[in-house]
T-cell receptor, first 113, second 109 residues
Protein backbone atom coordinates (compact mmCIF):
# COMPACT_ATOMS: atom_id res chain seq x y z
CA UNK A 1 0.00 0.00 0.00
CA UNK A 2 1.30 3.42 -0.96
CA UNK A 3 -1.16 5.12 1.42
CA UNK A 4 -1.81 8.73 0.41
CA UNK A 5 0.23 10.11 -2.48
CA UNK A 6 0.47 13.70 -3.67
CA UNK A 7 1.88 15.27 -6.81
CA UNK A 8 3.81 17.40 -7.37
CA UNK A 9 6.16 17.59 -4.36
CA UNK A 10 7.27 21.13 -5.19
CA UNK A 11 5.92 23.85 -7.46
CA UNK A 12 6.75 27.45 -8.22
CA UNK A 13 4.05 29.59 -9.84
CA UNK A 14 3.78 33.15 -10.94
CA UNK A 15 0.88 35.24 -9.71
CA UNK A 16 -2.19 34.55 -11.84
CA UNK A 17 -1.12 31.13 -13.05
CA UNK A 18 -3.30 28.10 -12.42
CA UNK A 19 -2.45 24.61 -11.29
CA UNK A 20 -3.99 21.43 -9.91
CA UNK A 21 -2.63 19.49 -6.98
CA UNK A 22 -3.33 15.79 -7.21
CA UNK A 23 -4.05 13.39 -4.36
CA UNK A 24 -4.77 9.67 -4.42
CA UNK A 25 -5.29 7.05 -1.71
CA UNK A 26 -5.33 3.27 -1.97
CA UNK A 27 -6.93 2.48 1.40
CA UNK A 28 -10.53 2.46 0.13
CA UNK A 29 -11.33 5.44 2.37
CA UNK A 30 -14.57 7.33 1.97
CA UNK A 31 -13.40 10.72 3.24
CA UNK A 32 -10.65 12.89 1.82
CA UNK A 33 -9.36 16.30 2.90
CA UNK A 34 -7.17 19.17 1.74
CA UNK A 35 -5.28 21.28 4.31
CA UNK A 36 -2.81 24.09 4.10
CA UNK A 37 -0.02 24.62 6.63
CA UNK A 38 1.51 28.03 7.19
CA UNK A 39 4.25 28.86 9.71
CA UNK A 40 2.84 29.17 13.21
CA UNK A 41 -0.71 28.43 12.06
CA UNK A 42 -1.08 24.68 12.33
CA UNK A 43 -3.16 22.97 9.65
CA UNK A 44 -6.28 24.61 8.31
CA UNK A 45 -8.94 22.75 6.35
CA UNK A 46 -9.58 24.02 2.83
CA UNK A 47 -12.13 21.52 1.50
CA UNK A 48 -13.21 18.00 2.27
CA UNK A 49 -15.20 15.22 0.67
CA UNK A 50 -17.12 12.87 2.95
CA UNK A 51 -17.91 10.48 0.13
CA UNK A 52 -17.53 10.12 -3.60
CA UNK A 53 -19.58 12.81 -5.33
CA UNK A 54 -19.74 15.24 -2.40
CA UNK A 55 -17.52 18.15 -1.42
CA UNK A 56 -17.79 20.75 1.34
CA UNK A 57 -15.98 23.92 2.29
CA UNK A 58 -13.65 23.99 5.24
CA UNK A 59 -12.20 26.92 7.15
CA UNK A 60 -10.28 28.60 4.28
CA UNK A 61 -11.88 27.71 0.91
CA UNK A 62 -11.52 31.05 -0.90
CA UNK A 63 -9.37 30.89 -4.02
CA UNK A 64 -9.62 27.10 -4.33
CA UNK A 65 -11.79 24.52 -6.07
CA UNK A 66 -11.85 20.77 -5.60
CA UNK A 67 -12.95 17.70 -7.52
CA UNK A 68 -13.62 14.25 -6.09
CA UNK A 69 -12.85 12.42 -9.30
CA UNK A 70 -13.62 8.98 -7.89
CA UNK A 71 -13.25 7.24 -4.55
CA UNK A 72 -9.45 7.23 -4.82
CA UNK A 73 -8.71 10.72 -6.10
CA UNK A 74 -9.33 14.24 -4.77
CA UNK A 75 -7.77 17.20 -6.56
CA UNK A 76 -7.28 20.81 -5.49
CA UNK A 77 -7.23 23.57 -8.09
CA UNK A 78 -5.89 27.10 -7.85
CA UNK A 79 -7.48 29.02 -10.71
CA UNK A 80 -5.46 32.22 -10.31
CA UNK A 81 -2.62 31.80 -7.84
CA UNK A 82 -1.80 34.60 -5.40
CA UNK A 83 1.28 35.05 -3.17
CA UNK A 84 -1.00 34.47 -0.14
CA UNK A 85 -1.43 30.90 -1.37
CA UNK A 86 2.24 30.15 -0.80
CA UNK A 87 2.04 27.28 1.64
CA UNK A 88 2.49 23.57 2.17
CA UNK A 89 -0.57 21.61 1.11
CA UNK A 90 -1.49 18.29 2.66
CA UNK A 91 -4.03 15.78 1.50
CA UNK A 92 -5.48 13.28 3.97
CA UNK A 93 -7.98 10.45 3.97
CA UNK A 94 -9.96 8.46 6.49
CA UNK A 95 -12.66 5.83 6.64
CA UNK A 96 -15.98 6.76 8.23
CA UNK A 97 -15.53 4.24 11.01
CA UNK A 98 -15.51 5.42 14.62
CA UNK A 99 -12.05 5.92 16.09
CA UNK A 100 -10.52 6.13 12.64
CA UNK A 101 -7.59 8.45 12.24
CA UNK A 102 -6.69 10.57 9.25
CA UNK A 103 -3.74 9.46 7.12
CA UNK A 104 -1.69 12.20 5.53
CA UNK A 105 0.22 12.47 2.29
CA UNK A 106 3.78 13.85 2.17
CA UNK A 107 2.68 17.36 1.20
CA UNK A 108 3.17 19.73 -1.73
CA UNK A 109 5.32 22.84 -1.21
CA UNK A 110 3.95 25.68 -3.31
CA UNK A 111 5.63 29.04 -3.85
CA UNK A 112 3.71 31.78 -5.63
CA UNK A 113 5.85 34.68 -6.82
CA UNK B 1 -16.07 27.15 16.00
CA UNK B 2 -14.10 25.22 18.57
CA UNK B 3 -10.80 26.70 19.75
CA UNK B 4 -7.73 24.53 20.33
CA UNK B 5 -4.77 25.89 22.25
CA UNK B 6 -1.49 24.07 22.72
CA UNK B 7 1.29 24.80 25.16
CA UNK B 8 4.13 25.38 25.29
CA UNK B 9 4.68 26.67 21.73
CA UNK B 10 8.34 25.61 21.82
CA UNK B 11 10.31 23.19 23.95
CA UNK B 12 14.00 22.30 24.02
CA UNK B 13 15.12 19.18 25.88
CA UNK B 14 18.26 17.22 26.48
CA UNK B 15 18.10 13.62 25.36
CA UNK B 16 16.72 11.47 28.15
CA UNK B 17 14.50 14.15 29.67
CA UNK B 18 10.73 13.83 30.10
CA UNK B 19 8.15 16.33 28.89
CA UNK B 20 4.44 17.09 29.01
CA UNK B 21 2.57 18.83 26.20
CA UNK B 22 -0.87 20.27 26.81
CA UNK B 23 -3.93 20.79 24.61
CA UNK B 24 -6.93 22.81 25.80
CA UNK B 25 -10.16 22.92 23.85
CA UNK B 26 -13.16 25.17 24.19
CA UNK B 27 -16.08 22.75 23.72
CA UNK B 28 -16.95 19.10 24.12
CA UNK B 29 -15.33 16.82 21.56
CA UNK B 30 -16.22 13.58 19.78
CA UNK B 31 -12.69 12.91 18.71
CA UNK B 32 -9.23 14.04 19.79
CA UNK B 33 -6.03 13.00 18.10
CA UNK B 34 -2.35 13.72 18.62
CA UNK B 35 -0.06 13.90 15.58
CA UNK B 36 3.70 14.17 15.19
CA UNK B 37 5.18 16.05 12.25
CA UNK B 38 8.80 15.01 11.74
CA UNK B 39 11.47 17.44 10.49
CA UNK B 40 10.83 16.23 6.92
CA UNK B 41 7.19 17.26 7.15
CA UNK B 42 5.48 13.88 7.40
CA UNK B 43 2.44 13.79 9.70
CA UNK B 44 1.87 10.63 11.69
CA UNK B 45 -1.00 9.88 14.02
CA UNK B 46 0.12 9.06 17.57
CA UNK B 47 -3.13 8.60 19.47
CA UNK B 48 -6.87 8.64 19.03
CA UNK B 49 -7.97 9.63 22.54
CA UNK B 50 -11.29 11.47 23.07
CA UNK B 51 -11.17 10.39 26.72
CA UNK B 52 -9.10 8.27 29.08
CA UNK B 53 -5.45 7.25 28.92
CA UNK B 54 -3.41 5.36 26.34
CA UNK B 55 0.23 4.36 26.17
CA UNK B 56 2.46 3.44 23.28
CA UNK B 57 6.05 2.80 24.26
CA UNK B 58 7.63 5.98 25.64
CA UNK B 59 4.58 8.04 24.73
CA UNK B 60 1.33 8.23 26.59
CA UNK B 61 -1.69 10.49 26.43
CA UNK B 62 -4.51 11.42 28.76
CA UNK B 63 -7.69 13.29 27.92
CA UNK B 64 -9.97 14.68 30.63
CA UNK B 65 -13.01 15.45 28.51
CA UNK B 66 -15.02 17.00 31.35
CA UNK B 67 -12.26 19.55 31.94
CA UNK B 68 -11.52 20.02 28.23
CA UNK B 69 -7.85 19.23 28.07
CA UNK B 70 -5.47 16.55 26.91
CA UNK B 71 -1.86 15.85 27.82
CA UNK B 72 0.85 14.10 25.82
CA UNK B 73 3.73 12.67 27.84
CA UNK B 74 7.09 11.88 26.31
CA UNK B 75 9.48 9.97 28.54
CA UNK B 76 13.21 9.43 28.03
CA UNK B 77 13.15 11.67 24.98
CA UNK B 78 15.29 10.85 21.96
CA UNK B 79 16.52 13.05 19.12
CA UNK B 80 14.05 11.29 16.83
CA UNK B 81 11.23 12.76 18.92
CA UNK B 82 12.05 16.19 17.52
CA UNK B 83 9.41 17.84 15.39
CA UNK B 84 6.03 19.45 15.87
CA UNK B 85 3.26 17.86 17.91
CA UNK B 86 -0.32 18.72 16.98
CA UNK B 87 -3.52 18.20 18.85
CA UNK B 88 -6.66 18.01 16.66
CA UNK B 89 -10.29 17.77 17.71
CA UNK B 90 -13.64 17.00 16.16
CA UNK B 91 -16.74 18.46 17.81
CA UNK B 92 -20.46 18.74 17.35
CA UNK B 93 -21.92 17.16 14.22
CA UNK B 94 -18.87 17.88 12.12
CA UNK B 95 -16.66 15.10 10.80
CA UNK B 96 -13.67 17.35 10.35
CA UNK B 97 -10.66 18.04 12.58
CA UNK B 98 -9.62 21.41 13.96
CA UNK B 99 -5.90 21.58 14.65
CA UNK B 100 -4.04 23.52 17.29
CA UNK B 101 -0.97 25.52 16.30
CA UNK B 102 1.36 22.85 17.62
CA UNK B 103 4.28 22.48 20.01
CA UNK B 104 7.70 22.48 18.39
CA UNK B 105 10.03 20.09 20.23
CA UNK B 106 13.79 19.96 19.80
CA UNK B 107 15.67 17.17 21.55
CA UNK B 108 19.41 17.71 21.59
CA UNK B 109 22.00 14.95 22.08
Amino acid sequence: NAGVTQTPKFQVLKTGQSMTLQCAQDMNHNSMYWYRQDPGMGLRLIYYSASEGTTDKGEVPNGYNVSRLNKREFSLRLESAAPSQTSVYFCASSSNSPQETQYFGPGTRLLVL
Amino acid sequence: GIQVEQSPPDLILQEGANSTLRCNFSDSVNNLQWFHQNPWGQLINLFYIPSGTKQNGRLSATTVATERYSLLYISSSQTTDSGVYFCAVESGGYSTLTFGKGTMLLVSP
